[in-house]
Structures are given as C-alpha cells and as structure tokens.
T-cell receptor, first 112, second 116 residues
Framework: NAGVTQTPKFQVLKTGQSMTLQCAQDMNHEYMSWYRQDPGMGLRLIHY???????DQGEVPNGYNVSRSTTEDFPLRLLSAAPSQTSVYFC???????????FGNGTRLTVT | AQKVTQAQTEISVVEKEDVTLDCVYE???????LFWYKQPPSGELVFLIR??????QNEISGRYSWNFQKSTSSFNFTITASQVVDSAVYFCALSGNTGTASKLTFGTGTRLQVTL
C-alpha cells in the first residue's frame, strides 16, 4: 500500500516548456486534488476532482490542466511553463468529502 | 470566501516548554471542518487532527491538545513539554460546506523551532 505517489521528485524546466506531474493513489479514494506551496503563502488549491471524469478549478488554476480518466490517477499538466510556476507541488487524496487529505511527498519544480 | 489566519510566522522555544499555535478562521458555512497538518523538515505533510463545526469538545492526544472555540472562530493547537522532534511548520486548514470535496483553505503556517 504505497498511498499517494508523485513523480518526479524534482524537475527543472525552461520557460515555455510543457510537462506533466504524475500522481497516483492506491487507496481507492474518490477525491483528489493538487496544491502548490510557495514560501509565506501556505498551500493553495490548483485543481481538484471528486471522481473519475469530474474535475474543477481551485484557487489558482491558470496555466494548469488536469484530467481524471481513472480513480487512481490525477496528472497535472503545465502547458507552457513560466518562472511564476516555480513551486513545490503536492497531490492529495481523500476517502470522503471532508476527510483528511493524504498527501504525496511533493514535486519541486524550478522554471528558469 | 473562507480564510485561515495563522498570525505567528515563527516561534522558538526551548525543549520542555509548552507552546500554543494560534489559528483563526473565517467562513459563512454552518458546517465546516478544521484541520491541523505538520510539515517536518523532510517536507511531507502529516495529518494531525480533524474537527467538525458541531463538536466543540477539546481534544488531547498525548502531548498534543486542541482548543476549538466557535465564539472566537479559533482552533488553537498546544504542544506540552515540547521536544526537538516537534520542530516543523504547522498548518491550520478549513474545509467548508461547499457541496464539493477536498477543497482546503490553508493558513500560511507557523514554523516552530524547538532547541535544546
């Protein structure tokens, strides 16, 4: 039982490049979400999903896309990386709507 | 809109001291949930507690205790007899009755440094 797995752990991109941050969970959780963590700002919600095929925007969705084709996977796509997207990204899942979030170990992304 | 305020950016204590981390929240929802998470230097986020808005009983778990007061919109976290291993960033978070799930509003965190 691996919990929430994020890959890669570290990534450096040049401005304008695209990439996908992977997130997978093996707990059969319906609810999944992506947060970014920036110094002094806590964690902010990017996108979330309440089940396969259903996604919605969070607080800071611009520049990011998501899809949820299976219960297990919830990838986050950066369409055209910008230095403002330099951050630590956390994927999380939950077994119920207001349940505690189980977080992955994060992806540290640097955009130069 | 929901808001969580952790006014203490950084706290330093000496081991064995008691320390209280403050959390004040704003929400218009009648049903909501409050959380505390710990982020040790290794970077992972660890769930500590969830409390719903209808349960104002204080909770104690070992050296940790939580005081929830709806009258002041606060959900404070106390560590008794702090230890070096308690050094971490602690986040308070709020989830409201929006009809959707997994949408937490986090505070900006309090960095706790416990020294010998």
């Amino acid at each position: 039982n691996a919990g929430v797995t994020q890959t890669p752990k570290f990534q450096v991109l040049k401005t304008g490049q695209s990439m996908t941050l992977q997130c997978a969970q093996d707990m059969n959780h319906e609810y999944m979400s992506w947060y970014r963590q920036d110094p002094g700002m806590g964690l902010r919600l990017i996108h979330y999903s309440v089940g396969a095929g259903i996604t919605d925007q969070g607080e800071v969705p611009n520049g990011y896309n998501v899809s949820r084709s299976t219960t297990e996977d919830f990838p986050l796509r950066l369409l055209s990386a910008a230095p403002s997207q330099t951050s630590v990204y956390f994927c999380a899942s939950s077994y119920e709507g207001f349940g505690p979030l189980h977080f992955g170990n994060g992806t540290r992304l640097t955009v130069t | 809109a929901q808001k969580v305020t952790q006014a203490q950016t950084e706290i330093s204590v000496v081991e064995k001291e008691d320390v209280t981390l403050d959390c004040v929240y704003e929400t218009r929802d009648t049903t909501y949930y409050l959380f505390w998470y710990k982020q040790p230097p290794s970077g992972e986020l660890v769930f500590l507690i969830r409390r719903n808005s209808f349960d104002e009983q204080n909770e104690i778990s070992g050296r940790y205790s939580w005081n929830f007061q709806k009258s002041t919109s606060s959900f404070n976290f106390t560590i008794t007899a702090s230890q070096v291993v308690d050094s971490a960033v602690y986040f308070c978070a709020l989830s409201g009755n929006t009809g959707t799930a997994s949408k937490l509003t986090f505070g900006t965190g309090t960095r706790l440094q416990v020294t010998l």
